[in-house]
């Protein structure tokens, strides 16, 4: 059984349809990620969780057990529905030791001091406070401080945490080393997790499964990597991760090779593409093809005769980022990013051809 | 007069600067081509900014010289110390610097106004930069209503507009949020190209560095460790402290077992008890046989196969991968060291997994400890 289930959730502001119809399932001891650019809904739909939101529709349960239900008129006041929560600004109290600042919502919930003590140096433990229970908050990093945030959220013993962008505020190595340090913690504590973010980083490299949104409505859910790998449009295609997205029209298909026709890669003529995906697709219907620029290879020699998938374009630009070389190739009237991780000094101007394996390029439908 | 003017635009020589009784730059010398973007990179403290403070004549130098397009700005020796604003400089801060209560055409305007241009060229100047900074349909805006990376578009026009001998920038990115800052980079290294005013450029973000440079001086307690190209910084590092700071390396300590002039050399390593010979490459006239080394190679030249190659001695285990997306963050252990490799996600490594660590001896640098 999920532990946590969501189901027909819309919520409006006004005019505005904020959350558009979400039904989700989250299993035990899961770490999903709400991703999606502002105004997509990710937060209200946390907030929904956390019952600091209203919907307008729908049902969310844990554990079987209806938080909130506009249809059986059920909503838990948020103090009632067990859930933790981290959010960005981590409203660590200054003038607080760290068992102080953990202990709080202990004390003014009346749990009896010994029960205190005892869950608050448990919780300190598991984030690895232990022997830094007596300092001030004030003379903890900013590492440090985030795991008071959470380790004052697991206190209770929560059902489940939510993060609402705990990381944003930190610089970008601290908010590197933070990621796996979550997932560690997350990991080792054993607890369903809710996380939502605007950094695709992030929720790749942190999340069981990701579940992205866009305009109030789920646009795919799934793992990481199929997520980065097999885009269902091109939305996600082009929101995790760069993707080069190219129109064209959809010929036939042998096996799960399509053939298709593009007329914007190469001047005056048209040229057939092989690529996977668009399995429902019938004759003449639009595709987009998309292809990340770590799958195209770049070559300054003719491709051997016989090579499917070669495009014929122009250097427009190069960013040497140590272990990586950007390139924007001018192909047709597009500019495709292409990336390489050995390489040679490559001028603008210069003539190139781009060669990708049918099996790493991807037709969308939509 | 016009051969200095191509091949060393800007010229310092064995600049000292002294803060009481520390030396912020220790008698560093170095020289940039007209046109070309040279950053100073290094960690807070490193003398990066007394550098660029003494360039714009804010800093009063202890001794060296600094010559700009055949003009000597300051020369200790001939008593020589131009004023800052005689030295035709245009500088970027890390605080935008803009005056909230004019008008973006009006912040952008100023250098001129001072110097007494007539309002017709004032007008064009100001439109033909506004418009190379992307600002050009907000010039009548208040300072207050741009946004950060506007602001810094708009204090970038300001520096330029008078068409300065040199542009010094001094972590004008800093402030900015990531995404921003990535774009900017690219955004500030196009304007520059495009102007093609010597720039030289401080940050401490090595990845501004490599992305907008034509030059990188790497420094530390005020002396040049290592300068070069991005690409030969980062693929040829000259000691530890360089490769390290740049870019993210296995460092292994070893000594060097055997020198060749043309072809690989080798080095020793011990580690856990155990001596395993690496083929590397190095610069022969830094290290002979026996010389303390450290092995330094890059996450992208190294490879956890799962079949045994021939000849590789390292066996370890997977113990972390974190997905990217365009490529997989790997960990491998190997007794106490900790291999990070950067995989392709097709490779689909998984926590757990038995491999063998094969090395790109090409990319393998000996350098010094």
């Not at chain 2, 001072?114 to 506004?130: C, K, L, P, Y």
């Not at chain 2, 093609?196 to 401490?204: A, D, K, L, N």
């Not at chain 2, 590789?312 to 997306?325: P, S």
Request: proline share 4%; hydrophobic share 40%.
């Amino acid at each position: 059984m999920s532990t946590v289930e969501i189901k027909g959730l819309i919520k409006r502001f006004g005019d505005e349809v904020a959350v558009a119809g979400i039904s989700l399932n989250i299993d035990k001891g899961e770490f999903v990620t709400l991703l999606g650019p502002s105004g997509c809904g990710k937060t209200t739909t946390l907030r929904c969780i956390a019952g600091l939101e209203h919907p307008d529709t729908g049902e969310i349960s844990i554990e079987g057990v209806p938080i909130t239900s506009i249809e059986k008129g059920i909503f838990l006041n948020p103090e009632d529905r067990n859930l933790g929560m981290v959010f960005q600004s981590y409203a660590v109290w200054p003038h607080m030791t760290v068992f102080e600042n953990v202990a709080f919502g202990l004390k003014i919930r009346r749990v009896n001091r010994n029960e205190i003590k005892e869950k608050t140096h448990k919780a300190l433990e598991l984030v690895g406070l232990g022997d830094l229970a007596e300092r001030y908050a004030t003379k903890l990093s900013g590492g440090q401080r985030q795991r008071v945030a959470l380790a004052r959220a697991i206190v209770y013993s929560p059902e489940v945490i939510l993060f609402d962008e705990p990381l944003s505020n930190l610089d970008a190595k601290l908010r590197e080393q933070m990621r796996i340090e979550l997932v560690r913690l997350q990991q080792e504590i054993g607890i369903t997790s809710i996380y939502v973010t605007h950094d695709q980083t992030e929720a790749l490299v942190m999340s069981d499964r990701v579940v992205v949104m866009n305009e109030g409505i789920i646009q795919q859910i799934d793992n990481p990597e199929t997520i980065y790998t097999h885009p269902s449009n091109s939305f996600v295609a082009s929101f995790i991760g760069v993707a080069n997205l190219i129109e064209g029209r959809f010929l036939s298909r042998s096996g799960q090779i399509a053939d298709v026709e593009f007329t914007s890669v190469s001047e005056g003529e048209s040229i057939h593409l092989k690529a996977l995906g668009a399995e429902s697709a019938t004759k003449d219907q639009r595709v987009i093809l998309s292809l990340r620029p770590e799958d195209i290879t770049l070559c300054l020699e003719t491709p051997p005769e016989g090579t499917v998938n070669v495009l014929t374009g122009e250097i427009i630009e190069t960013v040497y980022q140590g272990n990586l070389l950007d390139c924007q190739v001018r192909i047709g009237s597009h500019e495709i990013a292409v990336q390489m991780n050995h390489f040679e000094q490559l001028d603008r101007g210069r003539k190139v051809y781009l060669t990708f394996s049918p099996e790493h390029a991807l037709l969308l439908t939509e | 007069m016009k051969e200095e003017k191509n091949s060393d635009y800007l010229i310092i020589e064995n600049l000292v600067k002294y803060f009481g009784d520390d030396r912020a730059v220790d008698g560093i010398s170095f020289a940039i081509s007209e046109g070309k973007f040279l950053t100073l990179l290094g960690p807070s403290g490193c003398g990066k900014t007394t550098t660029l403070m003494c360039i714009a004549g804010l800093h009063k130098p202890d001794s060296g010289e600094i010559r700009v397009g055949g003009k000597s700005f300051t020369s200790l020796n001939e008593n020589i110390f131009l004023e800052p604003e005689k030295r035709d400089i245009g500088m970027v801060f890390q605080s935008y610097a803009i005056w909230p209560h004019m008008t973006v055409e009006k912040n952008i305007s100023y250098p001129l106004e001072i110097r007494n241009f007539e309002s017709s060229e004032i007008e064009d100047r100001v439109m033909e930069v506004a418009r190379l900074v992307g600002l050009d349909d907000m010039v009548g805006k208040d300072a207050t209503q741009l946004s950060g990376g506007q602001q810094q578009r708009a204090a970038l026009a300001r520096a330029i507009v008078c068409n300065p001998s040199l542009l010094l920038f001094d972590e004008p990115l800093s402030n900015l949020d990531l995404k921003l800052r990535e774009r900017m980079r690219l955004e500030l290294k196009r304007i520059q190209n495009e102007v093609g005013i010597t720039s030289v450029y401080v940050t401490h973000d090595q990845a501004e560095a490599l992305v907008m440079s034509d030059d990188i001086i790497v420094m530390s307690k005020g002396k040049i460790e290592q300068s070069g190209g991005p690409h030969s910084i980062y693929a040829r590092p000259v000691n530890r402290y360089v490769s390290n700071f740049i870019g993210v390396a296995n460092l292994l300590k070893g000594k060097i077992s055997s020198v060749s002039k043309t072809g690989l050399s080798e080095i020793n390593i011990s580690q856990d008890g155990k001596n395993i010979l690496m083929p590397c490459v190095l610069d022969d006239k830094k290290f002979r046989e026996g010389d303390n080394a450290v092995l330094s190679i890059r996450p992208e030249n190294v490879y956890a196969l799962r079949e045994k190659p021939e000849g590789t001695a390292i066996e370890g285990e997977v113990i972390q991968t974190v997905f990217l997306g365009n490529y997989i963050d790997c960990r491998v252990q190997w007794g106490k060291f900790e291999w990070k490799v950067q995989a392709h996600p097709r490779e689909r490594l998984k926590k757990g997994d038995h491999v063998y660590i094969r090395l790109d001896s090409n990319h393998s640098m000996a350098v010094l400890p």
